[in-house]
DNA sequence: CGTTGCTTTGAGAGCTCTCAAAAGGCGTGG
DNA sequence: CCACGCCTTTTGAGAGCTCTCAAAGCAACG
């Protein structure tokens, strides 16, 4: 991807859903798409990808392999996110990758909106705003505007990230 | 794998668990096997298990990239079971998974402990044992045995699975 | 400056968890 | 064959975290 943000996602049939992953820019994805199943791609503001078509120039073992395994192993951590930790431990997660993906820089976009983070970490909006105040509030982080983070003190922030 | 079972799981730090995944009999896996993260395999019970080696033999992109994608989309079915779904549809979905990976007869095996059934579907032990007597009480499974289950009622079954 | 949509904040309910104890299965040994 | 002990499972009671419903605050836009 060029630029912008992507998220793929999956609902059930009373609407419901849940981001399987989010892909920023300079990655390459494509698998997790699944046509039999309710899976979507969308992009979540103005964005610039770039197709890759599988012919002879593809080495599947070397290109596409890699890839899907990396996909892999971030859905089964995902897996023990949701299944396994509180609504703080997962947002000083979700926070940590984010500024990680992009530099690991103290300042960062959050391009997502809130209803994203929340169906992306298995929570309400509600939840993620309420927890997100709560770091504010003892000096976690700062929000200089809705889509902006700083970081203020990595430690306990890692620290509730497990 | 010949016969048994095998689940692969992560651990938080204060030994938290997850299952990503159990394995049944006829089944090809390893690639949820990460050495990285604290990546783990292990056997339910007494298992025979056959190893392949990547070598000329194998070709990538026809066996093992549609075992890697195949795995993505189990992992990510799960996340939407995990972020999504209350503890009788997780059960629900959890246990026509089973009936359909044996066959799909009325009657199959579980073969892993109510922990292990808790630690893959993000819950605790008591309350994998309150929702199974709750669809015995209704009517919609019986147990036999600790380890075997009869589904009574499809539809129930499937209506909370979504 | 009003409209519209997203985010934050508030109050209360509900579902699942925690802690605890009873019940049930299963193998060992008498 | 029965008794015992260990481990798993079930059941109970209460607490806590997150959700639901509701309203207020904010920001972007015409």
Redesign the pocket.
Known sequence: MAFGAVRIFRLLADGRRQISAFHLPGEVFGFELNATHRFFAEAICATGLRAFRVTADVDVSRDLLPLALGGLAKAQEHLLVLGRQ???ERLAAFLLDLAERQGGLEQFDLPM???DI?DYL????????????RFKTKGVIS?P??RRVVVRRWGPLQEMAE
């Open positions: 509180s609504a703080s909106s809130r209803l929340a298995g929570l309400t909006i509600e939840t993620v705003s309420r927890t997100l105040t929000l505007s809705l």
